[in-house]
Protein backbone atom coordinates (compact mmCIF):
# COMPACT_ATOMS: atom_id res chain seq x y z
CA UNK A 1 0.00 0.00 0.00
CA UNK A 2 2.90 2.54 0.77
CA UNK A 3 4.46 1.32 -2.37
CA UNK A 4 0.83 2.16 -4.67
CA UNK A 5 0.73 5.31 -2.22
CA UNK A 6 4.48 6.86 -3.43
CA UNK A 7 3.07 5.42 -7.16
CA UNK A 8 0.10 7.99 -7.38
CA UNK A 9 2.20 10.90 -5.67
CA UNK A 10 4.76 10.34 -8.00
CA UNK A 11 2.71 10.70 -11.14
CA UNK A 12 0.91 13.91 -9.67
CA UNK A 13 4.59 15.38 -9.23
CA UNK A 14 5.33 14.11 -12.33
CA UNK A 15 1.92 16.02 -14.06
CA UNK A 16 3.00 19.02 -12.40
CA UNK A 17 6.56 19.22 -13.38
CA UNK A 18 5.89 18.87 -17.12
CA UNK A 19 3.06 21.21 -17.18
CA UNK A 20 5.27 23.62 -16.00
CA UNK A 21 8.70 22.79 -17.85
CA UNK A 22 6.47 22.48 -21.14
CA UNK A 23 4.66 25.99 -20.69
CA UNK A 24 8.02 27.65 -19.66
CA UNK A 25 9.94 26.37 -22.57
CA UNK A 26 7.64 27.36 -24.93
CA UNK A 27 7.70 30.88 -24.02
CA UNK A 28 11.59 31.39 -23.98
CA UNK A 29 11.79 29.59 -27.53
CA UNK A 30 9.46 32.45 -28.55
CA UNK A 31 11.47 34.93 -27.06
CA UNK A 32 14.66 34.25 -28.21
CA UNK A 33 13.08 33.17 -31.47
CA UNK A 34 14.51 29.65 -31.33
CA UNK A 35 12.54 27.03 -33.34
CA UNK A 36 10.37 24.81 -30.90
CA UNK A 37 11.41 21.40 -32.77
CA UNK A 38 15.51 22.19 -31.34
CA UNK A 39 13.96 23.46 -27.74
CA UNK A 40 11.98 20.20 -27.68
CA UNK A 41 15.57 18.44 -28.91
CA UNK A 42 17.48 19.93 -26.14
CA UNK A 43 16.13 21.65 -23.31
CA UNK A 44 13.11 19.34 -22.83
CA UNK A 45 14.43 16.18 -24.01
CA UNK A 46 17.31 16.95 -21.65
CA UNK A 47 15.11 17.62 -18.73
CA UNK A 48 13.13 14.46 -18.97
CA UNK A 49 15.99 12.13 -20.09
CA UNK A 50 17.05 13.08 -16.40
CA UNK A 51 15.07 10.06 -14.58
CA UNK A 52 16.92 8.10 -16.84
CA UNK A 53 20.08 9.04 -15.84
CA UNK A 54 19.62 8.94 -12.07
CA UNK A 55 17.87 5.90 -12.41
CA UNK A 56 20.76 4.09 -14.70
CA UNK A 57 23.55 5.43 -12.55
CA UNK A 58 22.01 3.88 -9.59
CA UNK A 59 21.68 0.85 -11.27
CA UNK A 60 25.54 1.20 -12.40
CA UNK A 61 26.54 1.71 -8.71
CA UNK A 62 24.76 -1.14 -7.23
CA UNK A 63 25.73 -3.56 -9.94
CA UNK A 64 22.68 -3.94 -11.34
CA UNK A 65 23.49 -3.68 -15.60
CA UNK A 66 20.44 -5.68 -16.72
CA UNK A 67 18.87 -2.57 -15.22
CA UNK A 68 20.78 0.13 -16.29
CA UNK A 69 20.70 -1.11 -20.04
CA UNK A 70 16.82 -2.40 -20.35
CA UNK A 71 16.10 1.10 -18.68
CA UNK A 72 17.49 2.64 -21.94
CA UNK A 73 16.51 0.25 -24.81
CA UNK A 74 12.91 -0.01 -23.04
CA UNK A 75 12.41 3.80 -22.47
CA UNK A 76 13.78 4.42 -26.42
CA UNK A 77 10.97 1.93 -27.57
CA UNK A 78 8.40 3.45 -25.02
CA UNK A 79 9.54 7.12 -26.66
CA UNK A 80 8.32 6.00 -30.30
CA UNK A 81 5.86 3.44 -29.42
CA UNK A 82 4.03 4.38 -26.52
CA UNK A 83 4.48 7.94 -26.52
CA UNK A 84 4.14 9.14 -29.92
CA UNK A 85 1.23 6.44 -30.31
CA UNK A 86 -0.31 8.29 -27.32
CA UNK A 87 0.22 12.14 -27.99
CA UNK A 88 -1.35 11.21 -32.05
CA UNK A 89 -4.48 9.75 -30.18
CA UNK A 90 -4.72 13.12 -28.34
CA UNK A 91 -3.93 15.68 -31.47
CA UNK A 92 -2.24 14.54 -34.56
CA UNK A 93 1.00 15.77 -35.08
CA UNK A 94 2.00 18.01 -38.40
CA UNK A 95 5.74 16.41 -39.31
CA UNK A 96 8.52 19.58 -40.40
CA UNK A 97 10.05 18.00 -43.73
CA UNK A 98 13.81 18.66 -42.34
CA UNK A 99 13.11 16.21 -39.42
CA UNK A 100 13.26 13.08 -42.02
CA UNK A 101 16.84 14.37 -43.46
CA UNK A 102 18.20 15.55 -40.00
CA UNK A 103 16.94 14.33 -37.05
CA UNK A 104 15.43 11.01 -37.51
CA UNK A 105 18.23 9.71 -39.20
CA UNK A 106 20.90 11.04 -36.55
CA UNK A 107 18.66 9.13 -34.32
CA UNK A 108 18.54 5.93 -36.29
CA UNK A 109 22.43 6.58 -36.74
CA UNK A 110 23.01 6.39 -32.23
CA UNK A 111 20.73 3.40 -32.08
CA UNK A 112 22.96 1.33 -34.43
CA UNK A 113 26.10 2.61 -33.38
CA UNK A 114 25.09 1.58 -29.87
CA UNK A 115 24.24 -2.00 -31.49
CA UNK A 116 27.86 -2.47 -32.42
CA UNK A 117 29.65 -1.21 -29.38
CA UNK A 118 27.52 -3.45 -27.50
CA UNK A 119 27.67 -6.67 -29.07
CA UNK A 120 30.83 -7.90 -27.64
CA UNK A 121 28.84 -7.99 -23.90
CA UNK A 122 30.16 -4.60 -22.63
CA UNK A 123 29.71 -0.80 -23.02
CA UNK A 124 33.46 -0.09 -21.22
CA UNK A 125 35.28 3.27 -20.94
CA UNK A 126 36.37 4.08 -24.62
CA UNK A 127 32.19 3.26 -26.20
CA UNK A 128 31.29 5.86 -23.49
CA UNK A 129 33.55 8.31 -24.07
CA UNK A 130 32.65 7.69 -28.19
CA UNK A 131 29.01 8.38 -27.39
CA UNK A 132 29.44 11.30 -25.21
CA UNK A 133 31.56 13.11 -27.88
CA UNK A 134 28.60 12.22 -30.46
CA UNK A 135 26.46 14.18 -28.17
CA UNK A 136 28.46 17.05 -28.31
CA UNK A 137 28.52 17.12 -32.05
CA UNK A 138 24.52 16.76 -31.86
CA UNK A 139 24.56 19.87 -29.79
CA UNK A 140 26.44 21.89 -31.79
CA UNK A 141 24.56 21.02 -34.62
CA UNK A 142 21.63 22.14 -32.66
CA UNK A 143 23.16 25.47 -31.76
CA UNK A 144 23.62 26.00 -35.45
CA UNK A 145 20.13 25.56 -35.93
CA UNK A 146 18.26 27.01 -33.28
CA UNK A 147 17.32 30.40 -35.16
CA UNK A 148 13.89 30.03 -36.82
CA UNK A 149 14.56 30.08 -40.59
CA UNK A 150 11.65 31.82 -41.93
CA UNK A 151 12.48 35.48 -39.70
CA UNK A 152 8.53 35.92 -39.15
CA UNK A 153 9.17 35.93 -35.49
CA UNK A 154 6.40 38.64 -33.91
CA UNK A 155 9.63 41.02 -32.53
CA UNK A 156 6.87 42.59 -30.47
CA UNK A 157 5.99 39.78 -28.83
CA UNK A 158 9.05 38.51 -28.24
CA UNK A 159 10.53 41.83 -26.52
CA UNK A 160 7.49 41.47 -24.45
CA UNK A 161 8.12 37.86 -23.57
CA UNK A 162 11.80 38.64 -23.12
CA UNK A 163 11.07 40.72 -19.75
CA UNK A 164 10.16 37.46 -17.98
CA UNK A 165 13.21 35.25 -19.47
CA UNK A 166 14.30 34.97 -16.12
CA UNK A 167 11.31 33.77 -14.67
CA UNK A 168 10.87 30.94 -16.94
CA UNK A 169 14.54 29.98 -17.08
CA UNK A 170 13.42 29.07 -13.12
CA UNK A 171 10.66 27.41 -13.92
CA UNK A 172 12.52 25.20 -16.58
CA UNK A 173 14.63 24.25 -13.86
CA UNK A 174 11.80 23.39 -11.12
CA UNK A 175 9.99 21.43 -13.57
CA UNK A 176 13.11 19.52 -14.59
CA UNK A 177 13.31 19.15 -10.77
CA UNK A 178 9.99 17.91 -10.84
CA UNK A 179 10.21 15.48 -13.45
CA UNK A 180 12.96 13.43 -11.71
CA UNK A 181 10.98 13.71 -8.41
CA UNK A 182 7.91 12.33 -9.43
CA UNK A 183 9.79 9.66 -11.84
CA UNK A 184 12.37 8.51 -8.91
CA UNK A 185 9.25 8.26 -6.75
CA UNK A 186 7.05 6.14 -9.36
CA UNK A 187 10.12 3.91 -10.42
CA UNK A 188 11.35 2.55 -6.75
CA UNK A 189 7.53 2.42 -6.01
CA UNK A 190 7.15 -0.05 -8.87
CA UNK A 191 10.09 -1.83 -8.71
CA UNK A 192 8.80 -2.88 -5.04
CA UNK A 193 5.52 -4.10 -6.69
CA UNK A 194 7.43 -5.97 -9.54
CA UNK A 195 9.89 -7.71 -7.58
CA UNK A 196 7.06 -9.00 -5.47
CA UNK A 197 5.61 -10.76 -8.73
CA UNK A 198 8.56 -12.55 -9.23
CA UNK A 199 10.06 -10.55 -12.68
CA UNK A 200 14.00 -10.50 -13.56
CA UNK A 201 15.83 -7.14 -13.82
CA UNK A 202 15.83 -7.21 -17.07
CA UNK A 203 12.38 -7.57 -17.20
CA UNK A 204 12.37 -4.74 -14.92
CA UNK A 205 14.41 -2.47 -16.75
CA UNK A 206 12.79 -2.80 -20.12
CA UNK A 207 9.11 -2.63 -18.96
CA UNK A 208 8.34 -1.58 -15.69
CA UNK A 209 11.34 0.94 -14.93
CA UNK A 210 12.10 1.99 -18.72
CA UNK A 211 7.71 3.04 -18.65
CA UNK A 212 8.68 4.84 -15.32
CA UNK A 213 11.17 6.86 -16.30
CA UNK A 214 9.50 7.85 -19.90
CA UNK A 215 6.78 9.16 -18.12
CA UNK A 216 8.44 12.54 -18.07
CA UNK A 217 8.29 12.33 -21.76
CA UNK A 218 4.85 10.99 -21.87
CA UNK A 219 3.53 14.34 -20.13
CA UNK A 220 5.45 16.64 -21.68
CA UNK A 221 5.06 15.31 -25.36
CA UNK A 222 1.49 14.99 -24.29
CA UNK A 223 0.67 18.49 -22.85
CA UNK A 224 2.41 20.00 -25.60
CA UNK A 225 0.46 18.41 -28.64
CA UNK A 226 -3.01 19.15 -26.24
CA UNK A 227 -1.37 22.95 -26.76
CA UNK A 228 -0.64 22.63 -30.11
CA UNK A 229 3.05 22.74 -29.64
CA UNK A 230 3.81 19.83 -32.26
CA UNK A 231 6.75 20.43 -33.23
CA UNK A 232 8.03 20.38 -29.13
CA UNK A 233 6.32 17.06 -28.87
CA UNK A 234 8.65 15.31 -31.53
CA UNK A 235 11.05 17.30 -30.97
CA UNK A 236 11.05 15.78 -27.19
CA UNK A 237 10.70 12.39 -28.18
CA UNK A 238 14.16 12.13 -31.03
CA UNK A 239 15.87 14.29 -28.34
CA UNK A 240 14.91 12.16 -25.52
CA UNK A 241 16.14 8.91 -27.69
CA UNK A 242 19.48 10.47 -28.90
CA UNK A 243 19.95 11.58 -25.42
CA UNK A 244 19.46 8.37 -23.85
CA UNK A 245 22.01 6.80 -26.04
CA UNK A 246 24.99 9.24 -26.21
CA UNK A 247 24.35 10.84 -23.03
CA UNK A 248 23.13 8.13 -20.12
CA UNK A 249 25.17 5.34 -22.28
CA UNK A 250 28.04 7.82 -22.23
CA UNK A 251 28.54 8.85 -19.06
CA UNK A 252 27.46 5.31 -17.16
CA UNK A 253 30.11 3.03 -19.34
CA UNK A 254 32.50 6.00 -18.34
CA UNK A 255 32.00 5.58 -14.32
CA UNK A 256 31.62 1.83 -14.31
CA UNK A 257 32.03 -1.07 -17.68
CA UNK A 258 28.25 -1.88 -17.86
CA UNK A 259 27.82 -5.59 -18.89
CA UNK A 260 24.63 -6.12 -21.90
CA UNK A 261 22.46 -8.97 -21.56
CA UNK A 262 23.01 -11.49 -24.46
CA UNK A 263 19.40 -11.56 -24.89
CA UNK A 264 19.30 -7.45 -25.10
CA UNK A 265 21.34 -7.75 -28.01
CA UNK A 266 19.56 -10.82 -29.75
CA UNK A 267 16.11 -9.42 -29.92
CA UNK A 268 15.48 -6.07 -27.60
CA UNK A 269 18.37 -4.18 -29.45
CA UNK A 270 16.86 -4.72 -32.95
CA UNK A 271 13.20 -4.19 -31.79
CA UNK A 272 14.71 -0.53 -30.40
CA UNK A 273 16.55 -0.70 -33.94
CA UNK A 274 13.49 -1.71 -35.80
CA UNK A 275 11.22 0.92 -34.10
CA UNK A 276 13.54 3.90 -35.24
CA UNK A 277 13.51 2.80 -38.91
CA UNK A 278 10.09 2.27 -38.99
CA UNK A 279 9.44 6.08 -38.26
CA UNK A 280 10.98 6.81 -41.61
CA UNK A 281 8.12 5.55 -43.82
CA UNK A 282 5.50 6.63 -40.60
CA UNK A 283 6.51 10.12 -40.77
CA UNK A 284 7.23 10.41 -44.32
CA UNK A 285 3.32 9.66 -45.54
CA UNK A 286 1.85 12.72 -45.28
CA UNK A 287 4.41 14.39 -43.11
CA UNK A 288 1.92 14.22 -40.24
CA UNK A 289 1.10 11.58 -36.82
CA UNK A 290 -2.41 10.73 -37.68
CA UNK A 291 -4.78 8.45 -35.14
CA UNK A 292 -4.37 5.40 -37.13
CA UNK A 293 -0.44 5.59 -37.11
CA UNK A 294 -0.44 6.54 -33.18
CA UNK A 295 -2.62 3.36 -33.05
CA UNK A 296 -0.53 1.46 -35.15
CA UNK A 297 2.44 2.60 -32.59
CA UNK A 298 0.71 1.68 -29.68
CA UNK A 299 -0.04 -1.99 -30.84
CA UNK A 300 3.50 -2.31 -31.94
CA UNK A 301 4.59 -1.22 -28.38
CA UNK A 302 1.92 -3.29 -26.50
CA UNK A 303 3.26 -6.36 -28.91
CA UNK A 304 6.78 -5.35 -27.66
CA UNK A 305 5.66 -5.52 -23.99
CA UNK A 306 3.55 -8.77 -23.93
CA UNK A 307 6.50 -10.52 -25.70
CA UNK A 308 8.99 -9.51 -22.81
CA UNK A 309 6.38 -11.79 -20.68
CA UNK A 310 5.77 -14.12 -23.15
Known sequence: MIAVFFFLLGLAILYVGAETMVNSSSRLAASYGIRPLVIGMTVVALGTSMPEMMVSLLAVFRGSSDIAAGNIVGSNVANIGLILGFTALIAPLM????????????????SFLLLLLAWDGTLGFSDGALLFVLLLGFLGYCLRTARSRNGDTDHGSAMVASCSRPRDTLLVLVGMVGLGIGAEMMVRSAVIL?????????????????????????????????????????????????????????????????????????????????????????????????????????????????????
Open 95 to 110: VPRSLLKREVPFMIGA
Open 194 to 310: ARALGLSELVIGISVVAIGTSLPELAASGLSAWKGHAELSIGNVLGSNIFNILFVLGVCPMIRPLAVDPSLLRLQMPIMLLFSVGLIPLLGHRYKICRWKGLLLLGGYIAFIGGLFL
